[in-house]
């Protein structure tokens, strides 16, 4: 293991580069012009300076519609600015600008356009005369080539040598300026471009001479990507053991660049493709590991790391999701054992899925008889058949889920007191799916009637501790008039009279719920619950997420500064955050994210809120149960939301699960 000091170190050079960036943005901006053969009057050298700015203003903003994945736009953008520049002179940012359009045009499937930037670029980058600069353009121009072959059957072969010919030619450039860090990603991407190639023997070893060389940079940026490259090639090369020995590495250089810099500089969309898959693998090879091992000591360790490292993925996550770099600061050792609590952790694998199940300080791992893709088109088909109310067509996808992830834990769920509450902490597509609903086709209940249910975004971040119920003040807040188009919700004005008979407190009903009186409320008062019946929506964003006051819409983030204090509130925290009327986008695996991390973000110990928009009167009867239930102290947070779910399943115009199910219970349980 490298020592503690050098990897703070190298983590200093920041997680700007981690989830690598596909254009350098203004990487070569600063690089100097090749040198006039005259002086400059003062009057070329002013237009020359505005043609620079304006030049690099329009590559920015092509940056950025990058990142929004609007390719094609960018592309224009990318030729107008070299266009600029080369009028100017400027032939670092003209070369740069072509570099970043042959990208543009390769994402925009513009194959034809690609190749021909890419010949542009090339020969622009024979005028630069600073060598790191020229290597740096040659790498980027190399890695356009290699997605280009991959895209681009009828120029694989040529895109490709192509690629392998400027990784070449970077690495001997870097060599000549002496700079370690740009040798390592020419040796590095050299030996991902053979990796591709299926040349195993030839790939590891320029992997390996790629980790050195960031060893001597101390560059983690770089680091990171070989360590998980050569465990990717071990795996392929048969070799196991050094494999996860690899991957660990890996996921310790991720910890240091997390623990030591910011969030806000990792660029967006690249979660997913840069760090999601580093840990997922990883677990794959913990599990298999676990799964072969006949030591039972052994196995156990391995599937507390493989626990671990799923909450690692799951805050890093929430992290890149919400751009809030203060998550690492909140987390806790996951406990070992919760009373008469089973954690269920599903993991979607690329080939199986696979369950950690803890309880009472043991962990299990159980591999489903499903395959992944066969999984996930059930639970997006679940879905969409729950919301349709006047039909039974969600009884096959109830009764196939439990089969596949509840009826292999049936010996594990046994008690032979009150049934114990199970905590899911979903992946992916599972986050969209209320639990609940899930049917058991032989006795023909639902899941809900044999256990109380709660989910959380992660057990790391969960504040696992009782409500405290008394006293408890409530701030309560509605709309049931339309407001701003949204349709009215006539039964929200009982909803709130009902719920304001169970604990003291406030409420702002209609033209009384606007933001400024809210923010004055959180603000000033010690609220332990805070119950808002409005319209609410969950997208893919953060900047998506809102509630629906009287005059205008409360963002996730004014709602986080309005409790925020709520976090260092130990005499009084905000105890429970419900939201009776949101709604998540169906299918979005990310809008779901922002939902499960509702509770995280406003400050709550909790939350309850819905997966879809329910009938407004079928909310007013469940909040009410859910209070009346919560009022007693021998009660969790789990056994209250089962009862109201329970309460209304038991009336007749609310059987279907599109009215009780999509309530969950989101953090804390007890």
């Known amino acids: ?112 356009a690609a190749d021909e930037k890419l010949e542009e670029a090339l020969g622009a980058s024979e005028s630069l005369t600073d060598v790191a600069a020229r290597a740096q353009l040659l790498i980027h121009l190399g890695r356009t080539d290699a997605l280009l072959g991959e895209r681009n059957p009828a120029v694989r072969r040529s895109a490709t040598r192509r690629a392998a010919d400027s990784f070449q030619r970077a690495l001997e450039l870097a060599d000549a300026a002496g700079e370690m860090r740009l040798r390592s990603y020419a040796l590095g991407y050299l030996g991902e471009l053979y990796e591709g190639q299926g040349l195993w023997t030839d790939a590891l070893g320029l992997t390996r001479r790629a980790l050195h060389a960031a060893e001597l940079a101390d560059a983690a940026d770089a680091l990171y990507r070989w360590q998980w490259q050569l465990g990717r090639l071990e795996v392929a090369a048969g070799q196991p053991a050094r494999a996860l020995s690899a991957y660990r590495d890996t996921v310790a250089t991720l910890r240091d660049i997390r623990a030591q810099t910011a969030l806000g500089a990792i660029e967006a969309g690249t979660f997913q493709s840069r760090v999601e898959p580093i840990y997922t693998e990883l677990v794959d090879l913990l599990l298999t590991h676990a799964t072969a091992s006949g030591n039972p000591d052994e196995q156990q360790a391995l599937l507390v790391e493989a626990r671990d490292a799923l909450e690692d993925l799951k805050v890093a996550e929430l992290r890149d999701y919400f751009r809030d770099s203060c998550l690492d600061a909140q987390r806790k050792t996951a406990p070992d054992a919760i009373p008469n609590t089973v954690v269920i952790y599903p993991v979607l694998l690329p080939d199986r899925v696979e369950l950690i199940v803890s309880r009472e300080g043991r962990l299990d791992a159980h591999r489903l008889p499903v395959a992944r893709e066969t999984l996930i088109t059930a639970v997006r088909a679940f879905r969409e058949a729950l919301e349709r109310r006047n039909s039974r067509h969600y009884l096959a996808y109830a009764n196939d889920l439990y089969d596949w992830m509840i009826r292999p834990l049936e010996s594990i769920l046994q008690s032979e007191g009150e049934p114990p509450t199970l905590v899911f902490v979903p992946d992916g597509a599972l986050r969209t799916i209320p639990f609940a609903a899930l049917r058991d086709r032989e006795s023909k209940r639902f899941l809900i009637e044999m256990h109380p249910i709660a989910v959380t975004p992660s057990l790391t971040l969960t504040n696992v501790r009782p409500f405290e119920s008394d006293p408890t003040r409530m701030l309560a807040a509605g709309i049931s008039e339309s407001v701003e188009g949204y349709s009215a919700l006539p039964a929200v004005g009982n909803e709130i009279a009902a719920v304001r008979e169970f604990y003291p407190g406030k409420t702002l009903m209609n033209g009384g719920f606007e933001v400024e009186k809210l923010r004055s409320e959180l603000t000033e008062i010690p609220y332990g619950i805070v119950h808002i019946a409005s319209h609410g929506e969950f997208g893919g964003e953060p900047s998506d997420n809102f509630l629906l006051a009287y005059d205008g819409r409360v963002s996730m983030d004014q709602l986080a500064a309005m409790v925020g204090a709520t976090r260092f509130r130990a005499e009084q925290p905000l ?74 399943l038991k009336t007749r115009h609310y059987r279907h699960p599109g009215y009780w199910a999509p309530y969950l219970l989101i953090s804390s349980w007890l």
């Open 575 to 648: 105890e429970l955050l419900t939201l009776s009327a949101c709604e998540s986008a169906a299918g979005d695996d990310r809008a779901a994210l922002g939902l499960a991390g509702v509770a995280l973000r406003a400050g709550a110990r909790s939350a309850v809120a819905t997966l879809w928009s329910v009938n407004d009167q079928a909310t007013a009867d469940f909040v009410v149960a859910f209070y009346r239930q919560l009022n007693d102290p021998e009660q969790s947070r789990a056994q209250a939301l089962q009862y109201a779910q329970i309460e209304l």
């Open 1 to 112: 293991m490298r020592p503690a000091a050098r990897r703070a170190r190298r983590a200093a050079r920041g997680w700007a580069l981690l989830c690598g960036v596909l254009f350098p943005l203004a990487a070569f901006a600063g690089t100097p012009a090749s040198p006039q053969s005259c002086p400059a009057s003062a009057e070329t050298t002013h237009a020359a300076t505005a043609a620079g700015s304006e030049a690099s203003e329009s590559l920015e903003r092509s940056n950025t519609l990058v990142e929004r994945g609007e390719y094609a736009a960018a592309l224009a953008g990318y030729e107008e600015s070299q266009r600029i520049a080369r009028d100017s002179g400027d032939a670092a940012l003209a070369a740069l600008a072509s570099a970043n359009g042959a990208r543009a045009a390769a994402e925009a499937g513009q194959y034809d």
